[in-house]
């Protein structure tokens, strides 16, 4: 049954503002906004970034400034102006709304945290105000732009009618650029992205990463909105090589950039977490097999590389060569995937769910009781195997700083570029198996088990062999992480815990990325270790905001940040069908007109 929605032209706006009026008032409002930032906000460098200066803004001043910024832009944009037309393919005024909004709430965060650190609004100075009332103008303004998109008459409430002002149409059809184009645009967004997360990792208090968040939150959705992130999407999907080369390149610049190093150290923790995020997407996202006690591979292969690696502390004392830990860890968590997979993968559903998450307890229970004393000493119990020296990679040794192209790198640094190539190769190996003759099983199994079967799919089989691939690759990014953290205790493997990588924050990455595809871990991963890092004054309250956010996620984008078409069709019903439009070839139209006549 379909249902016919009857659709009003898109002239209505979300507040009853004239809209020559709200033309006039949106960049006016931008524009006050952004010079306000070139104003002090604040009479006492008490508060973070120094908001004292007059005529150079700085910290949170910085993120007003590039709201305002492109608030303007962008409405001018939707003027007609000649050469900025390429900025809204998509939506005209959806994007200016959004990154009017995101100028309020910059802004309005900045003003009410200066308040509350400082003790009042009395401590606010005269550059504070010019932009609140600014952004306050410029939002109210852009709520009353006329809707991009028709208003249906299913959106009643206040809450329909503000998202539907929120919506935008597809990007339009634009005539191909020659590939060099294509190529230097693929580059300079990888470029933008390097440095947005270079900026975001460089912050050095929380007040300005939260304003971070805020900015690169709604300037994200503009974009989105304007279409030029399907462009490159476009782009990308295109010309999926240079794709991956250019995010290779913009990886390998990042520990460039930075200059402490626990930066560097943030950037290696969260390439490991995106690794074995990845390889659970291989049993999630591509099986379909619900896996919660994932970490334990983790743990298999660190445990496996601390105790080869001439630890002090290690029961067996031997040193191999760091290409043979990694095997020894790789094989151990191989090993282990088959041992658990087999007698287990032949349950479907809660009841898989239960029996791997038994298995992540059993795991970790076990190393902690292989101390001599409740069973042989061979993990050390709760103390863990400490001391594991840094590698020495013919001649290379990982714990020194060394001279790059003149750039100092330290340890940190070290190890992200040889995470870095853990990371390409787990690229590669879920790329080609993905689009493999196994990967398209993986996903027929994924979807109907029982049809898969029925087409001749030996469904356990595969199963077997994507809960062994998946086991493996956390196996490899475990080797590494022993030697980055020097130590390996049974507490660093649980369920769910306030310190990532666990099993619930592993799962949570690929499900917020998007299952199955694979930037979507990635950008997953870097998400939730990125933010708990830099908002560690929150982490007595980090699961419950966890959980709050993973009910948003369901609630306004079940098929995660960087969905495949097949999901995105799966959570968005249109109530029809999605069949292409008939196609008249020029003789029928000739024999139509003719009978006509």
């Not at 032209?9 to 952004?34: D, E, N």
């Not at 099986?287 to 496996?304: E, N, Q, R, T």
């Not at 879920?430 to 689009?435: C, D, I, K, T």
Request: hydrophobic share 50%.
């Amino acid at each position: 049954m379909t249902t016919n929605h009857t659709t009003t032209p898109g002239t209505t706006s979300f507040l009853p503002v004239p809209a020559a009026a709200a033309r006039i008032a949106t960049p006016a409002g931008a524009a006050i906004a952004l010079a306000g930032t070139f104003l002090a906000w604040t009479w006492t460098s008490d508060f973070p970034g120094d908001l004292t200066v007059t005529g150079y803004p700085g910290g949170l001043q910085v993120l007003t400034l590039t709201s305002a910024a492109l608030t303007l832009l962008f409405a001018l944009s939707g003027y007609g102006i000649r050469g900025l037309g390429w900025l809204t393919p998509g939506g005209t005024n959806s994007p200016v709304r959004l990154l009017a909004l995101g100028t309020l709430g910059t802004t309005g965060y900045t003003i009410g945290a200066i308040a509350y650190d400082l003790g009042g609004v009395v401590n606010l100075e005269p550059g504070a105000w010019v932009s609140g009332i600014g952004a306050l103008i410029t939002a109210i303004a852009a709520l009353g732009l006329p809707d991009d998109q028709p208003h249906t008459t299913t959106a009643t409430t206040t809450w329909q009618r503000f998202r539907n002002s929120l919506g935008a149409p597809p990007a339009r059809r634009t005539n191909p650029l020659p590939s060099w184009a294509e190529i230097l645009i693929i580059a300079v967004a990888f470029g933008i992205g390097l440095y947005i997360f270079s900026y975001g990792i460089d912050t050095d208090y929380a007040e300005l990463f939260i304003g971070f968040l805020i900015t690169v939150g709604f300037a994200f959705t503009a974009l989105h909105r304007a279409g030029l992130i399907s462009r490159v999407t476009a782009l990308t999907t295109k010309h999926r090589n240079v794709t991956l080369t250019a995010a290779l390149v913009a990886a390998v610049c990042f520990p460039f950039t930075q200059q402490k190093e626990e930066y560097a150290l943030i950037g290696a923790n969260i390439l490991i977490f995106a690794t074995v995020a990845l390889g659970l997407n291989v049993v999630v996202g591509l099986a379909g097999l619900l896996d919660l006690g994932y970490v334990a591979f983790l743990g298999v292969g660190a445990y496996a590389a601390a105790l080869v690696s001439g630890s002090t502390m290690s029961a067996i004392g031997v040193e191999f060569p760091f290409w043979a830990a990694v095997l020894t860890g790789a094989a151990a968590s191989l090993v282990f995937g088959v041992l658990i997979g087999a007698p287990t993968l032949r349950l479907r559903g809660d009841y898989l769910a239960i029996v791997t998450l038994g298995f992540g307890e059993i795991f970790r229970l076990t190393v902690n009781n292989l101390n001599g004393n409740s069973g042989p000493d061979l993990t050390n119990g709760s103390q863990g195997i400490p001391s594991i020296p840094d590698l020495d990679f013919f001649g290379f040794d990982f714990g020194l700083k060394h001279d790059i192209l003149g750039f100092n790198l330290g340890r940190s640094a070290n190890y992200y570029l040889l995470m870095l190539v853990f990371t390409a190769v787990v690229v590669l190996v879920f790329r080609r198996s993905g689009e493999s003759r196994i990967g398209r099983a993986w996903v027929a199994i994924r979807e109907d088990e029982t049809a898969a079967t029925a087409m001749g799919i030996n469904a356990f089989r595969l199963k077997l062999l994507a809960f062994a691939l998946g086991a493996t690759l956390a196996g490899l990014a475990g080797t590494v992480q022993a030697h980055v953290n020097y130590t390996v205790t049974p507490e660093q493997y649980q369920f769910a815990g306030s310190v990532p990588p666990n099993s619930a924050f592993l799962l949570a990455a690929v499900i917020l990325g998007g299952m199955g595809t694979l930037s979507g871990p990635l950008v997953g991963a870097a998400l939730l270790y990125l933010i708990p890092a830099k908002l560690q004054f929150m982490s007595d309250y980090q699961l419950f905001l966890f959980g709050v956010a993973l009910i948003l996620l369901m609630r306004l984008r079940p098929e995660g940040l960087v969905a495949d078409r097949r999901k995105k069709l799966e959570f968005h019903e249109t109530d029809q069908l999605d069949l292409p439009e008939p196609r008249q070839s020029e003789e029928t139209g000739a024999d139509i007109a003719k009978a006509g006549a």
